[in-house]
């Protein structure tokens, strides 16, 4: 910007100077008098220098346009712009979008204030792109757990700015390079290596939220007055060593199995108890017909039940005469008792 406005100046002094040599003197000689001729003075005329005003004409442009581009400029959505001026003082700051005016020896520097992105997993196929095509900020972070266990985490974070607090964080770190890296890299990275200490590496494996929960609140607390917030923060994969995988997968196997042999001993158990309880019924049964037997008017009833059962079935009921003995044998359907 600073060179934009060097020439502008440049070009108004070529369009001043032009305008000065606008219009060029020409002297008309004079001739001395003859026999029949007055004498004729030399006479001075000016005329228009056309070459110096299309030059003062094209410098004045170029010395508009280029002012206009010193002092005016665009800003978008979700930006911030701080002016800093030659000396490095900060002279102002811009948050809405549109068009804006600053001095023309005043620099800006601008700071995306939301949707901002970091990612921390390791290369794809030599690429510095993660799975999403996004720039990937650097590989996975390197975690120790409670138990000494090294894995590797990598994550996804999105995180926006306050605007009112882009003046503190050009005065700390210049740029938004800078920041990223000396403040949005560095505390991420930590939390990540901090957090993991708490849990074991089971937990580590299978309370992947829990780990999550625990870092976005480690994060929020660092950041805390700083102007940055958490917007989504998302673990997208925790790796520990190939044989504590392996050790994990067996142990669920086993657990498996386990739970399974319980369930068949519980069927067992409820099984035998059933039994029992049958057992039991019978036991009692038989030892209330032992203590009270049924009078021979209640075994007649039973007899005629047995028998209208056995009719309505389509049974032969022979009742030799004489005996009381009963004897069923099998009948077709709508046979009668006799």
Do not use: C
Request: charged share 20%.
């Amino acid at each position: 910007m600073i060179v934009m406005f060097v020439a502008a100046i440049v070009f108004l002094v070529i369009a001043l100077v032009a305008l000065f040599f606008r219009t060029r003197t020409y002297t008309t000689p004079g001739r001395p008098a003859t026999p029949g001729r007055e004498a004729r003075p030399a006479v001075p005329t000016r005329r228009p220098n056309r070459i110096a005003t299309w030059t003062a004409a094209a410098a004045g442009v170029l010395f508009v346009g280029l002012t206009l581009g010193s002092t005016l400029y665009a800003q978008d959505t979700g930006e911030s712009k701080v002016q800093v001026d030659i000396s490095g003082n900060i002279v102002g700051q811009t948050t809405d979008s549109g068009f804006h005016f600053k001095a023309p020896w005043a620099t800006l520097h601008t700071f995306n204030i939301r949707n901002q992105t970091v990612t921390y997993i390791n290369a794809v196929n030599g690429s510095d792109s993660d799975n999403n095509g996004n720039v990937r900020s650097g590989p996975f972070v390197t975690v120790q757990d409670q138990d000494g266990v090294s894995s590797n985490v990598s994550l996804n974070l999105q995180y926006s700015i306050d605007a009112k607090s882009v003046t503190d964080i050009y005065r700390s770190y210049k740029t938004e390079e800078n920041f990223k890296t000396q403040f949005i890299g560095n505390s991420v990275r930590s939390v990540v290596r901090q957090v993991p200490n708490d849990f074991t590496t089971i937990e580590l494996i299978t309370k992947r939220g829990t780990v999550e929960k625990a870092m976005i609140q480690a994060l929020e607390t660092r950041w805390k007055g700083s102007g940055v917030h958490v917007d989504n923060f998302a673990l997208q994969e925790i790796t520990p060593p190939k044989s504590v995988i392996d050790a994990y997968a067996t142990a669920q196997q086993a657990q498996i199995q386990v739970t399974k042999e319980r369930a068949l001993l519980d069927a067992k158990k409820v099984q035998a108890q059933q039994q029992v309880a049958e057992a039991q019924g019978q036991a009692d049964a038989n030892e209330v017909l032992n203590e009270h037997p049924l009078s021979d008017a209640a075994l007649k009833q039973r007899e005629i039940e047995a028998l209208k059962s056995a009719g309505d079935n389509g049974s032969l009921i022979v009742v030799p005469q004489g005996t009381d003995n009963i004897l069923s044998l099998p009948g077709t359907s709508g046979s009668k008792s006799k």
